[in-house]
């Protein structure tokens, strides 16, 4: 009899570890953990460890399938073979994209961890977050953490909390709002009200924590969704199949339900960039990281619902980039310093600053920086106007190297109120160029 029970308990045993294959587990007795990220253009990068290599991930509640970048210059590491290939499709109106599966890889985020996690490899350089955000990224996560846990989202301290549903309580929150999760392809919608022009729209969002922009909608006249004669036209970001392009505008308000914002920004994606998302016919758009920073948000898959709390960024005022300049991390470049010491020394890598120096003689030495360069340019903007160009790249504004600035920070210069002067130093083919004009609001005209 007790040997019966050895080999029933054995089997049992055996059935909770082939079960946890499939699964995130938490490797702690408190039934939850911590893990802190960084808010970076409004966008979540945070900690995963894939087979031992410590990297940094986007966590975009908008894929369904875990993506990583730059395997060319880990795979070694990660020690990952490829089985097959599949074709992605998402925004941007070029082709599908060729992806390797990797099967059987460790996770690991915090103490959760998962030991047979599919990985799906691109190896286009255009979807190369690192040069957009200017900190490494070497891919993106979403719904295989989601189902697993209950996840907080503190967007005002900056940390995710994953709770093991079994040991997740909540608490009377009389200042939350509890919104219903629909799914299609494992991706969250949920309904909100647009009020435009004394409309009140309602709208199916996709709950897209990968996107840095406040509402994309989709346009369409029989249900009154139309951008109108005020808007602008712009580089809208790029997608897993090219650059989407589209208008941006204002709405008046914007509502989940008690909770109301005012004058929001809205983009509306090119007919041509979306023809393969707008498939599912009631989905009229996304909101994105713009928005969802406002509030700190539960994500309950299991529950199929999403909690909202406003935080303190709610009141924050929406703004447009007033410079037409779109800008990249593109690497280093050489810069003459003055010399503090002038021993060789190795500081190691950085994406946001030098990795070296060599000093020439006392008072001068030559550092490697960071360089940002013009790669989006809004036709009629002051930037264009006053003949920026692309590939121009910014070494100055206002007095201020921008070397010595993540690029966060840069592109916060272009957000500065309406008629601030800016005037840039850019090196354009080896030459520099000195540049000035004043911000103004693209909204201001009707177009």
Not at 289 to 302: A, C, E, P, V
Not at 418 to 433: A, F, S, Y
Request: glycine share 8%; proline share 3%.
């Amino acid at each position: 009899m007790k040997r019966f029970l050895c080999i029933v308990c054995l089997c049992f045993s055996c059935c909770s570890i082939v079960l946890a294959q499939d699964q995130f587990v938490l490797h702690n007795k408190s039934g939850k953990d911590k893990i802190r990220f960084k808010l970076i253009n409004n966008l979540i990068v945070f900690p995963v460890e894939v087979n031992g290599v410590k990297l940094s991930f986007l966590f975009d509640t908008g894929v369904s399938k875990p993506i990583i970048f730059n395997i060319l210059n880990v795979s070694d590491s990660l020690s990952v073979k490829p089985t097959e290939t599949i074709f992605l499709r998402g925004l941007g109106a070029g082709a599908s994209i060729a992806a390797l599966k990797f099967k059987n890889n460790v996770l690991k985020i915090g103490d959760a961890i998962k030991i047979n996690q599919d990985l799906y490899a691109i190896y286009n350089t255009m979807l190369d977050f690192t040069p957009k955000l200017g900190v490494p990224i070497h891919g993106i996560i979403g719904f295989d953490i989601l189902k697993d846990f209950i996840v907080e989202i503190n967007y005002s301290k900056q940390f995710l909390k994953l709770h093991h549903p079994d040991s997740f309580s909540y608490k009377d929150c009389r200042t939350c709002e509890v919104f219903n999760l629909e799914f299609h392809n494992n991706k969250p919608y949920m309904y909100a009200m647009v009020h435009n022009e004394n409309k009140n729209l309602p709208v199916k969002l996709l709950i897209d924590t990968g996107g840095s922009d406040a509402l994309w909608l989709f346009e369409d006249k029989e249900k009154g969704i139309t951008s109108g004669d005020y808007y602008f036209n712009d580089f809208l970001g790029h997608g897993l199949n090219g650059s989407v392009f589209g208008k941006r505008s204002k709405v008046d308000a914007f509502s989940l339900k008690h909770f109301r914002l005012k004058n929001v920004n809205v983009a509306y994606p090119d007919q041509a960039s979306i023809k393969f998302n707008n498939m599912m016919e009631d989905r009229n758009g996304s909101v994105s990281g713009n928005i969802l920073k406002r509030f700190n948000i539960i994500m309950d898959y299991g529950k199929a619902k999403i909690t909202l709390k406003r935080n303190g960024n709610f009141n924050k005022r929406f703004g447009y980039n007033k410079s037409g300049i779109i800008l990249e991390y593109r690497g280093y470049r050489f810069v003459k310093t003055k010399n503090k010491d002038f021993e060789i020394k190795n500081r190691g890598y950085n994406a946001s600053v030098s990795p070296n120096y060599v000093a020439l003689n006392n008072n001068f030495e030559i550092s490697l920086k960071p360089a940002f360069a013009v790669v989006e340019l809004r036709e009629g903007s002051p930037a264009e106007t006053a003949g920026v160009q692309k590939g121009d790249v910014i070494l100055n504004i206002n007095g201020k190297d921008t070397h010595n600035y993540s690029l966060q920070q840069i592109t916060k210069f272009f957000h500065a109120e309406e008629g601030k002067t800016i005037k840039l130093v850019v090196d354009r083919n080896g030459n520099k160029r000195t540049f000035s004009f004043k911000l103004s609001n693209p909204l201001n005209k009707k177009t």
